[in-house]
């Protein structure tokens, strides 16, 4: 066994006052900021290109690469965005950073302000997170006191704002262009891309969307350097000259039928079995895995032969799922039907789809609708093939949606299908009904 | 008579400052009047168009699309209680949690108490899944909740 991690963003959770901006400096904090000032905006984007970090939302993109594609020498104002959304199921690093360590993602922001030349930071948060609205306020009060915000910061000449901007409950508004549309006050409608947000944004001005600890990670490239983040994690691939390597810690999160659910830090590219065994406690009630989910529901599943695949931005597309997404890793047991495990997947995309792609808006509520067909004990075969033509012809990978979420709705689909398949002809040939209880709505 | 007070309208313009144009604060002012009245009603929504330089149907449309907000009709109760049922929470006992609660209470989801104590509603992922099956009693999460401390928590418990 390696030796145990030392982690980085986590590093202050649990620590009495780690909200306040005193304890913060105490500890080191606000240096890559004061680091950043001293170079030109610039420099701090190559900072950021040359340690490779790529995006924690769930495409995983290169982040400084997106910083680039800002128009050069823009005179109007530049937006920043922060996605602090977080509504994929399994998800909640966001929350516990923000909620244990604010200042490490505001000193992000604010670095992240200063290389793009962004005016305005609008902090997008998800209506839930009460608890990270009210710290956030609170340090961001704090920021301005000692002026890391506002007008002229530090005497560096830059000067920002960051607005909290709350959200009202819609998956879609995690989408960085349906993020757009609600912050403008409009139905979270995702745009028809190109044009990018960098080129036309919020308020059709450029905008940078970033996720809530790919800004953390910032603020601890900036401080420690890009060398230093290269040592973690797992290195481009030197037969693939497109790979960007998987380098820095993620937060996975850990949840369903383990012992121990919770939040841990990690080098990119641990395993799915070590996670489970090494650090939620293994599953629960002495039971083995059946599925797991490697980040999020709309990467799919891995079954329970494919628990030896790293968890970094390559392995689980290697074992047939979508991606890492948002490294949220959820364990189902062998007690658990996966005819139900689907049938809740399908139903969430069905109540979150924002019903502007046809393919989408059909697919995915008629997804539900044949699950739950299958689970009163009334399914055929034939639905079989239905689910698996829908889940082959929605999304942006088959081309017919303007967004990701499709692709999110197909691909737990596609994976059951491909490796659950003999559990779902069982079900339907025995004609059991589901033993799951369901509640639906009065309305 | 207007529905929204004086304080309610300054609340309001007091965000025209942080965005570039004024229907930006549709969402801010949607939930400032949620809070207060524990609903929007048509004439709020005619209000705020008035203070934002909108059509109501621009409003009403922005509104109409997040299932967050209520009309006259459906008003909040005193507590808003969601009970997640997204994947994590179902696995660890999100579904029985719910259906035990809406049995308890004698209400659908969305429906609220007859003494208008409590309304209850479904969630997707609430992103508190370490703390499976969870809640949110109106913005704070509760992780790790039984149907007991569903009941106490929302101030319907049986002493
Ligand atoms: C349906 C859908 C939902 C998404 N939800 C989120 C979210 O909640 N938080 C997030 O950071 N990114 C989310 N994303 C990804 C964003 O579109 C975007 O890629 C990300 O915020 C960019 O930040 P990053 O490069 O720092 O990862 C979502 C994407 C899709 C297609
Ligand atoms: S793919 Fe679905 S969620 Fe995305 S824009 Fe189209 S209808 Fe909306
Ligand atoms: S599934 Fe319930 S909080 Fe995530």
């Known amino acids: ?443 | 008579m207007s529905v929204l007070s004086e304080g309610l309208r300054q609340k309001i313009r007091d965000h025209f400052s942080r965005y570039p144009n004024k229907q930006a604060v549709t969402l801010p002012a949607l939930h400032l009047v949620q809070q207060e009245l524990k609903c929007v009603p048509t004439e709020a929504v005619e209000e705020v168009a008035e203070l934002l330089d909108l059509a109501p149907a621009q409003i009403f449309d922005t509104l109409s699309f997040y299932g967050f907000f209520r009309d006259e009709d459906r008003p909040l109760g005193k507590k808003r209680v969601w009970i997640c049922r997204s994947l994590p929470c179902m696995l660890r006992g999100g579904d029985q949690l719910l259906a035990e609660v809406c049995e308890k209470l004698h209400v659908s989801p969305g429906d609220t108490t007859p003494n208008g104590e409590v309304t209850i509603e479904l969630a997707e992922c609430l992103g508190a899944c370490d703390g499976a099956p969870c809640i949110l009693i109106d913005d704070e999460l509760k992780l790790n909740v039984s149907v007991e401390d569903v009941l106490r928590l929302a101030g319907e418990g049986h002493e």
């Open chain 1, 1 to 443: 066994m390696s030796e145990a991690f030392e982690p980085i963003l986590l590093r202050r959770v649990g620590k009495p006052n780690n909200t306040s901006i005193d304890t913060y400096m105490a500890d080191g904090g606000y240096n890559g900021l004061k680091k950043a000032l001293a170079m030109q905006p610039d420099e701090v984007t190559q900072t950021v290109i040359k340690s490779n970090l790529r995006g924690r939302g769930g495409a995983g993109f290169h982040t400084g690469s997106k910083w680039m594609f800002l128009p050069k020498g823009y005179t109007g104002p530049i937006y920043l965005c922060i996605n602090g959304d977080e509504s994929e199921p399994g998800t909640f690093n966001n929350r516990v950073i923000i909620e244990e360590d604010p200042h490490q993602v505001l000193e992000g922001i604010v670095i992240a302000g200063y290389a793009t030349r962004a005016t305005t930071a609008y902090f997008y948060l998800r209506y839930e997170y009460g608890r990270c609205y009210r710290t956030l306020q609170k340090a961001i009060d704090e920021m301005y006191a000692k002026n890391f915000l506002g007008k002229n910061i530090l005497g560096s000449g830059y000067s920002l704002d960051i607005h909290l901007h709350r959200g009202a409950c819609a998956y879609i508004c995690g989408e960085e262009t349906g993020l757009i549309e609600s912050l403008e006050g409009k139905r979270a409608w995702p745009r028809i891309k190109p044009p990018f947000p960098a080129i036309e944004g919020a308020f059709r001005r450029p905008t940078i969307v970033n996720n809530v600890e790919t800004l953390a990670c910032v603020t601890n490239i900036l401080d420690r350097g890009p060398e230093w983040f290269q040592t973690i994690g797992v290195p481009k691939d030197p037969n693939n000259p497109r790979d960007a390597g998987s380098y820095g810690s993620k937060l996975y999160c850990i949840s369903g039928h383990v012992n121990k659910p919770g939040l841990v830090e990690l080098p990119l590219g641990i395993t799915a079995r070590q996670l489970i065994d090494q650090h939620a406690g293994g599953v629960w009630k002495d039971r083995k895995a059946k599925a797991v989910v490697p980040g999020g529901i709309s990467m799919g599943f891995l079954s329970a032969d494919e628990l030896d695949t790293p968890l970094d931005f390559n392995g689980p597309g290697r074992a047939g799922c979508l991606g890492l997404g948002t490294a949220a890793v959820i364990v189902i047991d062998d007690h658990t039907s996966m005819v139900d495990v689907l049938y809740n997947t399908c139903r969430f995309f069905a109540h979150e789809s924002c019903g502007q792609c046809t393919p989408c808006r059909e697919g995915t509520a008629w997804s539900a609708k044949i699950l739950h067909r299958i689970r009163q004990g009334e399914g055929t075969m034939e639905d079989l093939q239905k689910l698996d033509d829908i889940s082959k012809t929605i999304g942006t990978i088959p081309g017919t949606t303007i967004c990701g979420l499709a692709d999110g709705a197909a691909w737990p689909i596609k994976n059951a299908l491909q490796k659950f398949r003999p559990e779902f002809e069982e079900f339907i040939r025995s004609g059991r009904k589901s033993e799951m209880r369901e509640v639906v709505l009065a309305h």
